[in-house]
């Protein structure tokens, strides 16, 4: 690119900016390029459209407007989770209705609980232990009315207890506190940790503080693949376990031992095999190759000090070792000695300024050793990130400054049985449900209560539809309607978007029969012929009337039998309900309608 080219001066309300763009050279045998030019590491395809995608954007409006929605006026509907508020979310397709119902369901309440976690942290200044965090996540999540009365304290010390751990090991990091900037996992030094002599001389020259960043760094990389345990002494976490779908994709324990992973049992390996890498031994020749130290001599002396850091940990009487669970995998008894973080050593606090970003891959991380970004592969530095830049990433803001109110997502569609559709209708009226993703289900008919907010997920097909919709809010007296429509990625939500007068203020065209439709009309001949039929003939309607199609009956032939008798009062009656234009072409003279004679296909139809 050319910056020059540019005029940095033009753009009115806000700053301009000049964005670097690469070509990539892509390998012939690869459809699409898979290594990121910037921090090196290999993707499915590092090239994607940017475009907004069809949930995740509606998911960052509904929050918003969520949490504009006052709580309800009733006492009753106020003393519930989420204070009675009520957002009723369209769309067209039953599939799409039915996605988002639990998407958005799990992704505002997992902000929501970052946002218990981090207000936990604000009035602590200093780390604290995990499970003191657990203990005023609690209280926060209390107060703000998370749970209703009847939830026994025992479900309130297991919901903070998955939330805790899941931050600990950042199942999604970049989401996470940690990865937004908001909060920092740090390890409590244990006494008697001095200095590792290998990493104290050359070509390492790391002091004792150094070298305590450098453990830290090189066990975060346990703690993302979760070889951790949940086993803490105080019995904070005591009933989770590691295959709790809240830990999804790492919802499996893990191991550690020296060497010989056995990727199947989920054991892994310090140090890489041979001629392999990981991202330990990685990290490290990162560090020597910043210092000017060849590739093939930062790989040797990073490989040895992997080792003697190792040795260190393995040691029973060393302090490292202390940071461990010691035992067996809980699956395959014969695999023993194997190794895992305990909680006990790790705390949590509000990121300060001590926090950097790499200017590279962006990942935020509180350690660094030269500036030497955590992230495998990454040749980037980290550097400050402080607070004002922050505050530009969408998720700190969220998690920071978002009024933690409770929410409670459901379905309504065609696809629910009458039992559970009914349920969850009355549940959204009651405000036990506070948001339903329905289809056009809702558009009439049914009485939802005092409602402020409607939310459409498309641009509905006509003004008509947008009137019945946006008139399910605001029905009660002194209340103001609040209507939000997001435009898809399609023609006809973009030429809404374009002309949304037309949509908002469209004419709605009243319904209308024609008289002169051959289909209708022919419907109509058909139930006068079944009527004259069953006058006739009381006793069948009064019997069975699927008899009449069952051929395994004795009367599956009477209603032709009847009809080729060719009944004259039936005859008189057609001729007088059916328009005199349309006899001839139905032959309703000759009688030619029982036969679909004298017509095509379409109007067999």
């Known amino acids: 690119h050319d910056a020059s080219t540019f005029d940095l001066d033009g753009c009115e309300g806000h700053p301009s900016e000049t964005i670097d763009v690469f070509k990539l050279e892509n390998k012939l045998r690869r459809n699409v390029p898979r290594q990121c030019p910037s921090c090196l590491n290999i993707h499915g395809s590092v090239a994607s459209r940017i475009v907004t995608g ?26 519930l989770p989420g204070g009675g508020r009520k957002l009723m979310m369209f769309s067209d397709s039953r599939q799409d209705a039915a996605f988002f119902a639990p998407f958005m369901d799990n992704t505002y309440n997992k902000f929501k609980q970052r946002r218990y976690l981090v207000e936990a942290l604000n009035s602590k200044s200093e780390a ?54 908001c909060a920092v996992f740090c390890l409590r030094k244990p006494d008697r940790f001095t200095v590792i002599d290998a990493l104290s001389g050359a070509p390492w020259n790391l002091n004792q503080e150094e070298q305590w960043t450098l453990i830290q760094v090189l066990l975060d990389t346990l703690r993302y693949q979760g070889i951790v345990s949940f086993d803490d002494d105080s019995a904070t976490f005591s009933g989770i376990e590691h295959d709790d779908a809240i830990f999804a994709p790492r919802n499996v324990p893990c191991y550690l031992r020296g060497s010989k992973s056995i990727s199947g049992k989920r054991i892994y390996a310090w140090e890489p095999a041979q001629n392999f890498t990981n991202k330990r031994l990685d990290y490290l020749i990162r560090i020597l190759r910043r210092k000017g130290i060849a590739k093939d001599q930062a790989k040797e002396f990073a490989f040895s000090a992997l080792k003697k850091i190792w040795e260190s940990i393995n040691h029973p009487n060393s302090p490292l070792a202390k940071l461990f669970e010691r035992g067996p995998h809980s ?31 962006g990942t935020v991380t509180a350690f660094a050793i030269s500036g030497v970004c955590p992230m495998s592969g ?60 329905c289809t056009t289900t809702f558009e009439m ?68 029969i024609h008289l002169d439709n051959i289909k209708i009309i022919r419907r109509h001949v058909h139930a006068e012929a079944m009527a004259h039929f069953f006058r006739a003939n009381q006793e069948v309607f009064a019997d069975r009337l699927e008899s009449l199609f069952d051929p395994s009956s004795s009367r599956p032939d009477e209603l032709n039998g009847y009809l080729a008798k060719r009944p004259e009062d039936l005859k008189e009656r057609l001729k007088r309900i059916i328009p005199s234009s349309l006899h001839t072409r139905l032959g309703i003279d000759n009688w030619e309608w029982l036969d679909g004679q004298g017509m095509n296909e379409d109007e067999k139809r």
């Not at 069809?54 to 003393?79: G, M």
């Not at 965090?133 to 209390?142: F, G, I, L, S």
């Not at 297991?158 to 506190?177: F, K, Y």
């Open 445 to 512: 008919g049914v009485d939802v209560g005092d409602l402020q907010a409607v939310f459409m997920r498309n641009m509905p097909p006509n003004p008509g539809n947008y009137v019945q919709r946006a008139g399910r809010a605001g029905r009660r007296a002194g209340n103001a309607a609040i209507i939000v429509s997001f435009a898809q990625r399609r023609t006809h939500d973009f030429a809404y978007f374009e002309q949304w007068q037309r949509m908002v203020q469209g004419a709605v065209r009243p319904p209308s």
């Open 128 to 181: 604290i232990d995990m499970q003191e965090w657990a203990q005023r996540a609690r209280k926060v999540a209390e107060r703000a009315g998370e749970w209703d009365e009847g939830s026994s304290a025992a479900k309130r010390k297991r919901d903070v207890g998955h939330w805790v751990l899941r931050e600990w090991i950042a199942t999604d990091r970049r989401l996470a506190l940690e990865g937004a900037g």
């Open 54 to 79: 069809k949930q995740v954007p509606v998911a960052v409006l509904a929050t918003s407007l969520y949490q504009q929605i006052p709580e309800s006026p009733e006492p009753r509907e106020s003393a």
């Open 378 to 437: 990454c040749t980037g530095t980290a550097k400050p990130y402080l607070p004002e830049a922050r505050q530009r990433n969408h998720y700190y803001n969220l998690f920071t400054t978002m009024e933690p109110i409770p929410l409670k997502v459901s379905e309504h569609t065609a696809q629910l049985s009458k039992e559970k559709a009914f349920e969850a209708q009355q549940d959204f009226i009651g405000g036990k449900v506070n948001m339903l993703s």
């Open 331 to 361: 699956k395959y008894r014969n695999e023993t000695n194997l190794l895992r973080l305990k909680p006990n050593w790790w705390q949590v606090q509000l990121a300060g300024n001590e926090v950097n970003r790499c200017d590279t891959c």
